[in-house]
Nanobody, 119 residues
C-alpha cells in the first residue's frame, strides 16, 4: 500500500516562511513527477509547483520567486519551501506523486496539510 505523509503546515504571519514535506512510503518501485497543489475555501484545487525525477521544476505564476520545490530521491520525499507568505497563500496544501507499483504508474495524493497566513 502506498502512503503520502505530509507535514509542516501551520499558522504564520504575513512575510513569514514555512517548509512543507511529503514522504512516500510503501511497496513502490519508482517515484516520478511530484507536485504540490493547494485548495483555498470555496476555490478549485490548483497546481502550485511540480518537479520531475530529474529535478526540472515549474511554478504557478502566483508563487514564482517565493516558493521553491525540491526533492530527495533517496528518501522519496518532496519539499516546498514557502517564503514571503501572503494571506492569499492560505489553503490546504496537497502532495501528489506519480508512483510505479509493480508495472502500473498511478497518481497518489496525500491527506493535505493546512497553511494559514494571518496576523
Amino acid at each position: 500500500q502506498v502512503q503520502l505523509d505530509e507535514s509542516g503546515g501551520g499558522l504564520v504571519q504575513p512575510g513569514g516562511s514555512l517548509r512543507l514535506s511529503c514522504a512516500v512510503s510503501g511497496s513502490i518501485f519508482s517515484v516520478y513527477a511530484m507536485r504540490w497543489f493547494r485548495q483555498a475555501p470555496g476555490k478549485q484545487r490548483e497546481l502550485v509547483a511540480a518537479i520531475t525525477s530529474g529535478g526540472s521544476t515549474i511554478y504557478a505564476d502566483s508563487v514564482k520567486g517565493r516558493f521553491t520545490i525540491s526533492r530527495d530521491n533517496a528518501k522519496n520525499t518532496v519539499y516546498l519551501q514557502m517564503n514571503s507568505l501572503k494571506p492569499e497563500d492560505t489553503a490546504d496544501y496537497y502532495c501528489n506523486a506519480d508512483i510505479r507499483v509493480r508495472t502500473t504508474v498511478t497518481g497518489y495524493w496525500g491527506q493535505g496539510t493546512q497553511v494559514t497566513v494571518s496576523s
